[in-house]
């Protein structure tokens, strides 16, 4: 049974419209940034407070989110429920940073004294893909919140849902009218809209390497607006000779026999292919109960392209001709051969002997042609903060 769909308006002042468009939506933004407004007097640690209240309202209405992501973008439902326990930890690590953006002193030359505020962009349009809508709204929006931005999130039209749960949400933990809004709209209106508008300081896009380029272009055409992209990947995974391909593959064949055991029937495959490889036959399960092992625990089966190779060397130069640079990986044992390719290759995460390990407290992005700047960490917050230096000439040199 679908969950009910609780919100499907337009979400602009913490009020629910029929009809009004992304230029309402800035200008409430733009007010609530004012620098006599609500928002912008509140004590930073109050806005960490508003952000950890949200974390608790996401953690009380799991189980309605988690169905509504389902029905949402048609992701399982047990992967939603874990995003949930994700999203939480996200965004009280964005609320602990709201209290610790600091700027510094600077010992300059003269009787002045000079130091540094780092202080919010203004309003930022943060524009969802739609594979993880969830948990991109909580990463770029209370990142944003944190740096004390105000923001007008345009998630994608195919997955609106839980975008306009979140900002209910929202308004329910405390924040001022304004502060976020929500705009379902296609890319090619909404999301240009709001690209080229005057009164937006920053967007923040996940998505296509194309449609990225055309954010950095229209990002350019009148107010010069920052801009962070997270685009396309081609991430490589490089497996070295010295990397224990048997443990792994014994483990995967143990979990297939103890589902054999506990009762499961397996309807085809899993069996060792082979006898000079470690491939194992794709293996189906039915009549699994949720006590069994193989329905409780993480057996990892990915499917890749396969490429071989000699020495690291090659290896680098390979999982470096490609114009991404999203992530890569590698397995070995050797602590050199890790360090050597983790410095070389070209990406912006590189995971050792493990595979998509992510954190709110780590940076996500990629070089080159996969985006411009970080999702998550210090990092991130720091691209929704200006810095302005402050020289005051003083009588006598302090």
């Known amino acids: ?126 524009i969802l893909p739609w594979n993880v809508p969830m948990l991109m709204f909580i990463s770029k929006v209370t990142t944003a919140l944190a740096a004390g931005c105000t923001v007008v999130v345009k998630p994608a039209e195919q997955t609106p849902l ?45 998505g296509s390497l194309e449609v990225g380029k055309l954010i950095q272009q229209a990002a350019g055409t009148n107010n010069l607006k920052r801009v962070v992209l997270e685009l396309g990947g081609k991430s490589p995974l490089v497996i070295m000779n010295d990397a224990d391909h048997e443990t792994m593959m014994n483990k995967v064949l143990g979990y297939i026999e103890k589902g054999k055991s506990e009762g499961a029937k397996l309807l085809t495959g899993g069996k060792r292919i082979g ?42 130069d390979r999982a470096n001709a490609t114009n991404y640079g999203l992530a890569a990986g590698i397995f070995t044992s050797s602590i050199e051969t890790a360090l050597q390719f983790s410095k070389h290759v070209e990406a912006g995460n590189v995971w050792v002997n493990t595979y998509l390990h992510h954190g709110p407290q780590l940076p996500f992005g990629g070089f080159k042609e996969s985006g411009i700047g970080r999702e998550n960490g210090l990092d991130a917050v720091n691209s929704y903060l200006e810095v302005k230096t402050v020289t005051i000439s003083l009588p006598k040199k302090v």
């Open 275 to 316: 006898t000079t490889g470690f491939y194992i036959e794709p293996a189906v399960f039915a009549d699994v109960k949720d006590d069994m092992a193989i329905a409780k625990e993480e057996i990892f089966g990915p499917v890749q392209s396969i490429f071989k190779f000699n020495t690291l060397e090659e290896a680098i």
């Open 162 to 206: 839980t975008a306009l749960a979140l900002a209910a949400l929202l308004a329910e933990a405390g924040m001022p009218p304004g502060v976020v809004n929500v705009v379902p709209g296609f890319g090619e209106t909404a999301g240009a809209t709001l690209t080229h508008h005057p009164d937006v300081a920053l967007i923040s896009f996940t």
């Open 1 to 126: 049974m679908a969950p009910e769909i609780k919100y499907n308006k337009i979400f602009i002042d913490n009020q629910w419209v029929e009809a009004e468009d992304i230029n309402a939506a800035v200008k409430a933004a733009k007010r609530a940034f004012h620098r006599n407004s609500e928002w912008r007097l509140m004590d930073a640690s109050q806005r960490g407070k508003i952000l950890n209240k949200f974390a608790d309202l996401v953690e009380r209405d799991a189980d309605y989110l988690a169905e509504l992501e389902t029905y949402n973008n048609g992701m399982v439902l047990s992967m939603c429920r874990r995003f949930i326990g994700a999203s939480a930890y996200h965004i009280r690590y964005n609320a602990s940073l709201a209290d610790k953006i600091q700027g510094s002193t600077i010992p300059c030359d003269g009787d002045a004294f000079s130091y540094t505020l780092k202080q919010p962009v203004g309003v930022c349009g943060l």
